[in-house]
DNA sequence: GTTGCCTTTTAACCAATTTTAACCGAGAAT
DNA sequence: ATTCTCGGTTAAAATTGGTTAAAAGGCAAC
């Protein structure tokens, strides 16, 4: 699955660059800006799943560049830095939409798992009710909503973690889906038994397949799976 | 719109009760436990849309409390109430699924400005839509008020669970309905006996449902039941 | 109160789904 | 080539859900 990108606006150099390092190491995709000059100008030419702002920086304060991304988007979470903990500070960040506010110093971990605390709330969540609920390809027409996968005038009832495995799979179609990341997405925990588990039902997935010898799910060795057209 | 319902599990009787008065005043229903225990068993037989837990009680810590918590319902909020701020809770809590951790003392502004941006982007906030009580799908005319069921011009007459039951079916459909929420909402207590009685109702509703083969309940196992059409 | 009817719970049995285990084979590393 | 890890398949065990029927409970008419 693709990794969550984060933008992250900070204007002590050296804190930003642990910040991303940190990040990074942890999986997510960073973009880092030096002032809130920059971080507007990022935030409107890319895709971002949060935001990271430090609320004291020159040119443009974090404040400001909060009001400025919620014109354009009024769901994106954002977490503030702040030096002290300075009550108006806090409020006035929670009334922008802040979704937390971590005051300086803190610890990477700390702001690890409060990164994934609010992740696991939004996107994640979202791209279920997004529509992408229905798939296409070869003879197959699969709908994840109602756990049927449709082969010509056949009718395949799917189980719940064939569908969500099937799901997954038709979200990343033509691309690899990584082993650990769909355990953690349906199986809540990347252990040695939910792997031999998920292995058995990409076997069951691969049965339902053969229908259409044209769809094929490939493994990447050491990585994951692949659902692909052979065409 | 209905109040959100929070729990509030803290020793400290004191404590507890400025929580209580404060976030009642600020529009929310509470129910306030003194320990562990109490909390589980409220936790158990009622529902809640946030958990507010102490981690240092007698009886049943915070945290053993929240694993409880977790084993039936693995989505609703938990933010947690410390004495200091010690790392390896902390890390302990957010594994738990933790939402927030507040390390007293902490202003009740900012619990509550923290409980706002958490609620927020809860899902499945049927609260909004709650005063619902007609409803029509496929063939069917449900009337919850009256307890009938009309398909064509056919009407069946509904017992009270069965139309608790399907009344909750209806308001999430296309979503699923947790078997623990459905537990509490209609039997008031998740218990095993109660759970083998709603697998009961459910195939007396699919009976019913019948008539009209586009409209289905289908089986998230482990997790629960989903109204869908099925088109 | 007793009777009869209707609703709900309990129980027993059966069916489906998911996990665990065992065994085998393919690929990578040495 | 040999060893080791990782993945594939199959079957069994464990868990969870589905159906049916009988028992228990509740309520109104008599």
Redesign the pocket.
Known sequence: MEKYKLLIVEDDANLGQVLREYLELKGYETVLCADGDIGSKTFHSDVFDLCILDIMMPKKDGFTLAREIRVSDKQIPIVFLTAKSMKEDTIEGFRLGADDFLTKPFSMEELLLRLKAILRRTVGNEKIKSGETEFQFGNFHFESTKQILRCGGEEI????????LLRLLSLNMGQMLD?STALKKI?HDD?Y????????????L??HLKRDKNIQ?L???????KLVKMD
Chains 1, 2 share one sequence.
């Open positions: 009832k799917l189980t719940t973690k064939e569908n969500e082993r199986w252990s038994f939910n792997a031999r588990s998920m292995d058995v039902y990409i076997t069951k691969r049965k799910i493994t990447v060795h050491g990585h994951g799976f």
